[in-house]
């Protein structure tokens, strides 16, 4: 499956972004989704996933209560919505797909990646 996300861009702390992550050439509804981040200097890490057929989210616990991850099959979209951002949120974020069976909150478990949208949050 391939992955493309968009959507990053630079935003002020306490500020908003969608991020959209649109899927093409297998049955996107196959795969657990899931949002990771990678910081500079840092390794990358989860931030939120979701089931195949949404029934389960998963959030890092930096991220919960601020970030909201959706996902429409119909439309083969994966989406996070993150609201009061902060400049620790700064990172490449990259939607990848993990086949069931697998935590959706282990980084080794997603098999496909996208190529990654960059959100800078300025202080």
């Known amino acids: 499956v391939q992955l493309q996300a968009f959507g990053g861009g630079l935003v002020q702390a306490g500020g908003s972004l969608r991020l959209r992550c649109v899927a093409s050439?297998?049955?996107?509804?196959?795969?657990?989704m899931g949002w990771l981040r990678q910081a500079p200097g840092k390794e990358r890490e989860f931030v939120a996933a979701i089931s195949r057929n949404a029934d389960m989210t998963h959030y890092a616990e930096s991220v919960k209560g601020r970030f909201t991850i959706s996902r429409d099959n119909a439309k083969n979209t994966v989406s996070m919505q993150m609201n009061s951002l902060k400049p620790e949120d700064t990172a490449v974020y990259y939607c990848?797909?993990?086949?069931?069976?697998?935590?959706?909150?282990?980084?080794?478990?997603?098999?496909?990646w996208g190529q990654g949208t960059e959100v800078t949050v300025s202080s």
């Open positions: 990848a797909a993990a086949f069931s069976g697998g935590s959706l909150v282990s980084v080794n478990t997603y098999i496909y």
């Open positions: 050439g297998r049955t996107f509804s196959w795969y657990g």
